[in-house]
């Protein structure tokens, strides 16, 4: 159903359910999305030990139900923008979603990215169940 997953990834509420890390503390992440190219979107929470994180960008493209490319840069280094691309096809009786992120500032933080999509994917997946 890529509706769903769609939904999940451009909801405002819905974000809030599942995005963050492992570590997220409960009830801490707020999402603001003006969903159309050129719309702005804005993630935030706390980390478990307090720390805050957000995380801003700008949609690139915008298919319902599809597709959406949007710029991502955390708070702390907006100088390190790179670009994310989430790909949703139908498959059987559930959905494919593919994630492409790239233009990575180094080798370190494409790294550290990887892990931290591997954690959320986890999250997603429980709260699509």
């Known amino acids: ?4 997953v769609y939904a999940a990834w ?13 570590q997220v503390k409960a009830g801490s992440v707020r999402a603001d999305v003006d969903l159309r190219v050129g719309g702005r ?3 935030s929470f706390e980390g478990g030990d307090g ?16 597709r959406i490319a949007f710029s991502w840069a ?4 907006p100088e390190r923008e790179s670009q994310v691309t989430v790909s949703l096809q139908p498959d059987g009786s559930g959905t494919l979603l593919t994630l492409h992120h790239e233009q990575f500032f180094n080798e370190a933080a494409r790294d550290g990215h990887a892990r931290g999509w591997d954690a959320l994917f986890d999250k997603l997946e429980k709260y699509l169940a």
């Open 41 to 43: 979107y804005r993630i």
């Open 10 to 22: 451009t909801d405002p509420e819905k974000i809030a359910r599942w995005f963050g890390p492992a």
């Open 74 to 77: 955390w708070h702390s280094t």
């Open 1 to 4: 159903m890529p509706e769903k």
């Open 51 to 66: 720390e805050y994180f957000q995380v801003d960008g700008v949609y690139r493209e915008v298919v319902p139900n599809a």
